[in-house]
């Protein structure tokens, strides 16, 4: 399994680093990539605040009872004293079938939007993807598949967010696991 989860993680990181790479040499108008270590990241990033049941609810935004995220509402997230947001998406539900994956339009432009909420108050953004145990599963059966559909999903991430400076920090393999197994 630790195979299998490290071949997965390395073909994220493949993808972080070609995004990012983009990102240097772009002209980046909504955001600086710096030439920073990821100790010296962290220790800006400060204290954090969770967006859980919102975005990865596999219905819809409102599905798990939590209200619509608005501007304000991470503004006060912002004026309590959190400088981090993370941001747990499910893109199940929302990517179209084999080959291309094409992540629906109007879910990663909602994403975006409630990105650009916490990036609007100077505040980091981890963005991962979260509750993709029906396709993400550290296994030998259809890795293949899985690794053609994580590329997939990730190259169109970074694709549409290659312009964000490191204020966005991607988090590409959220607990994999085979649900109902052991961790």
Known sequence: MKKIISAISAAALMLSLSACEKKVEENRPLGEMRNI??????????AGWNLGNTMDAEGGETDWGNPITT?????EVYKAGFNTIRIPTTWNGHMGEAPDYTVDEEWINRVEEVVGYALENDMYVILNTHHETNWIKPQYDDLDD???QFAALWTQVAEHFKDYGDHLVFDVLNEPRIVGGAI
């Open 37 to 46: 270590s990821s100790v010296e990241l962290v220790a800006e990033m400060g």
């Open 71 to 75: 501007k304000e509402m991470i503004g």
């Open 146 to 148: 899985v690794k053609v």
